[in-house]
């Protein structure tokens, strides 16, 4: 499995952005995608995730209301639109696959994307 992640980039405070994750190889509908984030210094961190086969998300408090992940299955692709960002959503996003189901540590995330920035201004 491969998968790429883009769509970072400078957004004011209060801006909206939307990530993508495409995901290549053997994705079945029990995988398990995540998008975490990870601030320079800080370790990574949960931010949201989405099973693959029945479109159940999840969300870490710190983004509940402003964030929506989703996914296209047809074209293996995976979203994260986020509303309402803050400076401290600042941080690099990956994108991750778990063939373990439900997780929020990255430790269960086998598969990863490289990172896109997100920068948010104040």
């Known amino acids: 499995v491969q998968l790429q992640a883009f769509g970072g980039g400078l957004v004011q405070a209060g801006g909206s952005l939307r990530l993508s994750c495409a995901a290549s190889?053997?994705?079945?509908?029990?995988?398990?995608m995540g998008w975490f984030r990870q601030a320079p210094g800080k370790e990574r961190v949960f931010v949201s995730a989405?099973?693959?086969?029945?479109?159940?998300?999840y969300y870490a408090d710190s983004v509940k209301g402003r964030f929506t992940i989703s996914r296209h299955n047809a074209k293996n692709m995976v979203y994260l639109q986020m509303n309402s960002l803050k400076p401290e959503d600042t941080a690099a996003y990956y994108c991750?696959?778990?063939?373990?189901?439900?997780?929020?540590?990255?430790?269960?995330?086998?598969?990863w994307g490289q990172g896109t920035l997100v920068t948010v201004s104040s």
């Open positions: 190889g053997r994705t079945l509908s029990s995988s398990f």
């Open positions: 991750g696959l778990s063939r373990s189901g439900y997780a929020t540590d990255p430790n269960d995330f086998k598969y």
């Open positions: 989405i099973r693959w086969g029945t479109g159940t998300t």
